[in-house]
């Protein structure tokens, strides 16, 4: 879905791209990538996991995460090898702390649309998921969901600069009502 909605993005926004290869890097004319590229991308990671979450309950009730099914996973497909199965094969409860808490995350997902700071603890909840998920089922492959949640839940928007001219020029232009700039926080 997410290569979806970059080809929608590409169709519709192809000059610009192509007229952006034409700009010195570093020119703010030459970033052609818009936010409701990014935030529906957000949006789609969010609805993903938030409706795996849900459907594991309306599968299995409240009760899926009591440990037991991660631990025969871990047993009959899980590498031995890895700290985090040893982990899990040792003890039901911490098991079923992770079982509820990857639940919990997956099922709260949809959040991350709200704000940046939803989206990133989300985000960080999802990608150390994943990170236990990878070290301990190494053939499962799901290296490319943890590689999309880290570009789009993560905070890589700032670290790319995707939007950081765009919100200061717009925030330079905004004032408060008190006739002070607004913030550099505001998203």
């Known amino acids: ?4 909605i970059h080809a929608v993005w590409f169709h ?25 590229v990014f935030w529906l991308c ?14 594991k309950i309306a599968s299995s009730g409240l009760a899926w995460g ?17 700290p985090f199965a ?21 099922c709260a997902s949809i959040l991350a649309i709200v704000n940046r700071w939803f989206r990133y603890a989300i985000g960080l909840g999802l990608f150390g998921f994943y990170l236990g998920v990878l070290t301990t089922f190494i053939d499962f492959g799901f290296h490319f969901n943890a590689t999309l949640v880290a570009l789009f839940l993560l905070p890589t928007d700032r670290l ?26 505001a998203d």
């Open 1 to 4: 879905m997410l290569l979806f």
């Open 66 to 82: 009591n440990g037991a099914s991660l631990q025969l996973w871990v047993d009959l497909f899980g590498w031995k090898g890895s």
């Open 42 to 55: 957000v949006f789609y990671l969010g609805w993903f996991h938030s409706l795996a979450g849900f459907s």
């Open 12 to 36: 519709f926004y192809y000059r610009s791209i192509n007229a952006g290869f034409d700009q010195p890097s570093g020119d703010a004319s030459s970033r052609c990538y818009p936010r409701w």
């Open 86 to 106: 040893q982990l899990i094969l040792l003890d039901t409860r911490l098991t079923a702390v992770l079982q509820s808490g990857a639940l919990l995350i997956e």
């Open 160 to 185: 790319f600069g995707l939007f950081d001219d765009v919100s200061t020029e717009v925030r330079s232009k905004v004032k408060l009502p008190d006739g002070s700039p607004a913030s550099n926080d």
